[in-house]
């Protein structure tokens, strides 16, 4: 049953994320880029987190939303040596697939179950130009259900340039230059996205007189019972706004050149795309800074997936080197994560170029996991893409996952 405690906060939510469509950033001239230092190494989960110089919220959408590594040229997106296994969970099973993955010169990377179909999925590393071979030997072992390759994702961002309502935030930049609509100009900083989608709008249920027949709800300012997960390149947990916000897990799954899966709990943002899309749905509202969350004082999970980019990020590819990538095993090990601890939302602004057939994800362990929360009652909401092509790409095409777009100021 969904009550007035709750519609409020996830209306919230719904235009939070549909305001980003893979990401957003303001209007300002963007920051120089300067490498990033890599923490923990390139393809391992950090240790602590490090703070790569605070930057303003403006800083960290520009970077975000301009560095073209976020838009690359559709091209294969399927890791050559990555192999998902599915099979039934049993000890024998697995002990004779450990063998199997042996035989064939391969190495267990990670394990993701999946309680609702009664299976499991173990991913193997094998040798690129082994892997068919690898994979009808797995399919023969019994117990094996289905061996399926693993897909890498890249994240979506689209450029942010600036409109208003009955309650207007204290928080700075939501309030803008204070003249309505768009309470942004070319020459102030603003929300103008926020105000297009009428946040201040849902925010003014809060009030009293709000003019309409609904009683005050402190819940159209956002409720810590709903928990958003943002699955990404990890967030800036230091920075002001969001180190304000209300942050209940922090969890990290980066499968390295080593053929494992490291996992931990800091999710250092060596990238700025995720901070970026954490800072759109939940900064911190009405504290007299920076920005205002369009899902209000929601609950952030906050989740790293990706590993820690280089140079060659910076340079459109049609098939973008591993550590401009994220891939699906990690992701499956996200979502599940989330499902777990009670996330009531699951945001994924990133996506493949492989497209859907009949509403199916083409990465099966992606499909599962996605499906395992659709099935759990979590909203799961994707961005369609940056390419402005008639087609969604996965994840966003999967069945049951809300698919959002994003447009400038002037459509």
């Known amino acids: 049953m969904v009550g007035p405690s709750r519609t409020a906060p996830l209306l919230v939510l719904t235009l939070a994320l549909s305001a980003c469509g893979g990401g957003s950033g303001s209007t300002g001239t963007p920051p120089t880029a300067t490498p990033s230092p890599v923490v923990g190494g390139a393809f391992t989960c950090p240790t602590s987190e490090t703070t790569f110089g605070l930057r303003t919220a403006s800083a960290v959408a520009d970077s975000a939303g301009r560095r073209p590594h976020h838009a690359p040229a559709p091209g294969p997106d399927v890791d050559p040596s990555l192999l998902a296994v599915t099979y039934d969970p049993r000890a024998s099973v697995s002990e004779a697939l450990d063998a199997k993955i042996s035989a064939v010169h391969g190495n267990r990377v990670s394990d993701i179950a999946f309680d609702r179909s009664g299976s499991a999925t173990r991913g193997v590393f094998v040798d690129a130009s082994n892997r068919d071979a690898a994979a009808a030997a797995l399919r023969l072992l019994p117990g094996v259900r289905d061996v399926s ?79 958003l997960a943002v699955i990404d390149t990890g967030s800036d947990v230091t920075h002001s706004d969001l180190a304000a916000a209300n942050i209940v897990r922090t969890q990290c799954y980066i499968t390295g050149t080593n053929h494992a899966q490291s996992t931990g709990t800091f999710v250092t943002d060596p990238d700025g795309h995720g901070t970026n899309v954490a800072g759109i749905a939940g900064d911190a509202v009405n504290n007299n800074f920076g920005y205002a969350g369009a899902g209000g004082n929601i609950s952030l999970m906050l989740y790293r997936v990706f590993p820690t980019p280089d140079s060659s990020c910076s340079t459109k590819s049609a098939n973008p080197p591993p550590q401009c990538s994220t891939n699906t095993l990690d992701v499956a090990s996200a979502i599940n994560d989330a499902v777990a601890n009670g996330a009531n939302v699951i945001n994924l602004s990133f996506g493949g170029d492989t497209a859907c057939t009949n509403g199916q994800d083409p990465d099966q362990t992606e499909g599962k996991a996605i499906a395992g929360a659709i099935a759990a009652n979590v909203i799961v909401v994707a961005a369609s893409g940056n390419s402005g092509t008639p087609s969604v790409g996965a994840p966003a095409c999967d069945t049951g996952v809300i698919a959002v777009g994003a447009t400038g100021w002037n459509d």
């Open 149 to 227: 390759v693993v897909h890498r994702l890249h994240t979506l961002s689209t450029n942010r340039p600036d409109l208003v309502g009955p309650f207007i935030t204290n928080d700075v930049i939501f309030a803008g230059n204070g003249v309505a609509p768009l309470y942004q100009t070319a020459a102030t900083e603003g929300q103008w996205d926020m105000h297009v989608i009428g946040l201040e709008h849902a925010f003014d249920y809060s009030q009293p007189g709000n003019g309409s027949s609904v009683p005050v709800n402190a819940n159209a300012l956002g409720s810590t019972n709903i928990k």
